[in-house]
Structure formats: structure tokens, C-alpha cells
């Protein structure tokens, strides 16, 4: 008897569960696209995108994911010819490099595998090497959303200071923004790259580049009329915040998942996450000391807080994500680039995604319905994960009144 009749729950890393006012917001009909209410209602966004992303600076929006974010902020700093480093720590850091070479741009791959964050050092030493100063810019995945390691931005910063390298730092934010702590100019970040569909809890259909003076000033040849950052940082009119129609839904459902966020404040946000990792992580552990569970990146410091990637051995992967969307109405998030796409080893691998709109019922709710799937596939695994999280939760929680 299935049992996953009932409101079904995504813990996918992306797109993430849509809050109920959100949705409310975006239930309208089409307004005027000319002038009034959605021109003052899309100008109230800028300042809060940036509260978001801690800048100063400014911020383009698109009509478009977050590969078309990459193609934005690309297209805005770099000529055909011009070379990129990229330290490489998962999937999306190759995507990134895909999306450069459609362009013409040259990259350079600096490899770290699938389960741990990059190297500092290693990426001042090649920065050091480059005295033909070729490298215009470091392109860099803040958190991979297939390996869910959290790679350490100041640090890579600290290492192109030391290099005394003038390459803009950019910056992958899409898993990240909202739900991971983000300095973008504390960390001295020249582009930010990001989605709706994450961390800002609106469905997919927007992206967001925001960009320094530093970045604005490494203007190529040319830019696509279309992609082009400046009149959408700046416009003259309206149209020009898109390049044309505005996706007027979205931007209600974004006002209201900006006013979500400010009442519930960054720093809050940031620990609400963290807490929230730490219990899945904690139930992950419990079970893994008697089964194949583990989880992908072993180091808690460099673990994402929106994602976590689990290996679990083939089959057991696609068997149990099968079994929780089909007896719990739960879905979790393929393996996606852990392993090739045409190998049976790609089954052996799960996420869940524990960003934006989520509590602690959720998450509950998810670790529970995995900790059933083990037990109904006979999965070797510690009972009591549960118990593990709920402490967790249970620790960080104010004290009753």
C-alpha cells in the first residue's frame, strides 16, 4: 500500500519548495508592464537583493537560470582569447567552464576532485606562475550543488592578494545565496552570480549578476545588446531592467520572499541553515556507523548548509530515492556528477537540498521517511538517526518561556 498520497515534498537542492505566500504573490493576473505599480514595485527589489548579498554594488536581473547567469556575468568581463582559471570541485565548476569555451574564452582547469574545497595554495602558486599576467579572472563555485563541498572565499581572495594577481574574482553563488554566509565585498568578490530558484525561494525563471566597479571597468569589445549588464544596473527606462518584457509573476513573488528574508534577518537565515545541516548530518553519521551511508565531504567546516551529498554504493542510491517518492511523497536529489552519467556507479548516490523555505518539521519528515527506506529495502544502517537529529534540533532551540 503506497502511502504517499497527501502533499508531496522536493528535498532536491534546487529548485527549492516555493512558500505559500510566495505563490499567493504570483496568482494574479498580468499587470501593466509600461509604468505604475510594477516599475516601484521592481525598484523596492535593488536594495534588497543587495542587503542579500551584502554589496554595495550592482546588481543586473535576467530572465533566464542560473547557466544563463553564467553567460551574463561572462559575457559582460571577458573578449574571446582571454584565459580563466577555474579550481574545479564538482559538476557545476565544469559547467561553468563549458559555458566560457561556447564563448570562445580559454580555461584552465585547476582539479580538486569530488570531495574536497580548493586549494589556496595552490591556486596563488599558479597565479604566481601567470607574470604574462594572460588570467582575467578566477571563476569560482562558492558551493558545488553536486558534491556539496563549500569552498572558502576569503581565502582563495587572500591568495590572489598575496599573488598580487589582478584577475576579478567571480563567484557562483546559486547554491549558496540565502542559505550559506556570503560577504560579497567584505570577501572582496568582484562578480556574483546567482539564481531565484535556491535560496530566495521563487521558482526558477530569474537570475541575478551582481558586479563591482572593478568588474564594470573590464568591459570587453563587445556585448550582446541582450546580455549586456549596464543598461539593466542603470536604466533609462523600464524596459531595460530585462532587455524587454519584464517577468512581472516572478517579481511579486520576489518581493515577497525579499520581505520573508528581511523579517527573519541574514544572520538568522545563516544559523537557521547551519542548524538544519547539522541535524542531517548528525542522522547521516548514526546510520553510517552500521551500513554504506557516508557522507560525500568529511570535513563539517567544508560542507555546504544548503546541500548534502551522500554515497550509499550501487543500487542503493536509485532504490531508495525510488522508494521515497513512490511510499513517502518525498523526492531527493539524484547523484548528479559523481559519477559518469552512462555508469551504473551514478546509482549509488543521493542529495538532499535543505535550502530556503525549510524548518524542522521538514527536515524530520525527510530523515524519517529515508530512515524508513532503509529499513523496508534492508539497507544495513544504525537505527536511531532520527534521535541523533532531533538532538541536534532540540540543542539549538531557544528555552521555553
Not at 570531495?115 to 582575467?136: G, N, V, W, Y
Amino acid at each position: 500500500m503506497p502511502l504517499a498520497n497527501g502533499r508531496t515534498y522536493r528535498a532536491i537542492p534546487g529548485p527549492s519548495e516555493t512558500p505559500d505566500a510566495v505563490q499567493r504573490a504570483m496568482h494574479r493576473s498580468s499587470v501593466n508592464i509600461y509604468e505604475g505599480e510594477v516599475v516601484e514595485l521592481t525598484e523596492s527589489l535593488l536594495p534588497d537583493l543587495r542587503r542579500v548579498a551584502r554589496t554595495e554594488h550592482d546588481v543586473a536581473m535576467y530572465i533566464c537560470n542560473g547557466h544563463g547567469a553564467w553567460e551574463a556575468a561572462l559575457a559582460n568581463v571577458l573578449n574571446p582569447g582571454d584565459l580563466v582559471l577555474v579550481p574545479a570541485t564538482g559538476r557545476f565548476s565544469h559547467g561553468w567552464v563549458e559555458m566560457a569555451q561556447g564563448l570562445g574564452i580559454d580555461a584552465e582547469i585547476l582539479e580538486f576532485g569530488l570531495q574536497s574545497p580548493f586549494d589556496p595554495d595552490r591556486i596563488e602558486a599558479r597565479l604566481r606562475a601567470d607574470t604574462a599576467r594572460r588570467i582575467k579572472a578566477v571563476l569560482a563555485v562558492h558551493v558545488d550543488t553536486a558534491t556539496s563541498v563549500r569552498n572558502d572565499i576569503p581565502a582563495l581572495r587572500a591568495a590572489m592578494d598575496a599573488a598580487g594577481h589582478p584577475a576579478l574574482l567571480m563567484a557562483d553563488c546559486v547554491a549558496s545565496l540565502g542559505c550559506d554566509r556570503f560577504e560579497m565585498d567584505a570577501w572582496g568578490v568582484d562578480v556574483l552570480v546567482a539564481g531565484s530558484q535556491k535560496g530566495l525561494m521563487v521558482p526558477p525563471g530569474m537570475g541575478f549578476v551582481f558586479f563591482s566597479p572593478k568588474a564594470a571597468a573590464h568591459r570587453p569589445d563587445r556585448v550582446s545588446r541582450y546580455w549586456d549588464w549596464t543598461p539593466r544596473a542603470r536604466p533609462e527606462m523600464y524596459y531595460q531592467y530585462f532587455g524587454g518584457t519584464a517577468p512581472t509573476h516572478h517579481l511579486y513573488g520576489l518581493r515577497v520572499a525579499l520581505d520573508m528574508m528581511k523579517d527573519e534577518g541574514m544572520e538568522a537565515i545563516w544559523q537557521r541553515h547551519a542548524t538544519l545541516a547539522r541535524a542531517i548530518w548528525a542522522a547521516v553519521e548514526h546510520w553510517g556507523q552500521a551500513g554504506p551511508l557516508r557522507l560525500n565531504i568529511a570535513d563539517p567546516a567544508h560542507r555546504s548548509h544548503a546541500v548534502t551529498t551522500l554515497g550509499i554504493g550501487t543500487p542503493q542510491g536509485q532504490r531508495l530515492r525510488d522508494w521515497c517518492e513512490r511510499n513517502a511523497g518525498v523526492t531527493l536529489g539524484i547523484g548528479l556528477g559523481m559519477a559518469p552519467p552512462d555508469s551504473q556507479e551514478r546509482h549509488g548516490f543521493f542529495r538532499i537540498g535543505h535550502m530556503g523555505h525549510v524548518n524542522s518539521h521538514m527536515i524530520l519528515g525527510v530523515l524519517g521517511a529515508i530512515e524508513a527506506g532503509l529499513a523496508a529495502l534492508d539497507i544495513p544502517h544504525h537505527a536511531g538517526g532520527i534521535q541523533a537529529a532531533t538532538r541536534v534540533i532540540s540543542a539549538a532551540a531557544p528555552p521555553a518561556s
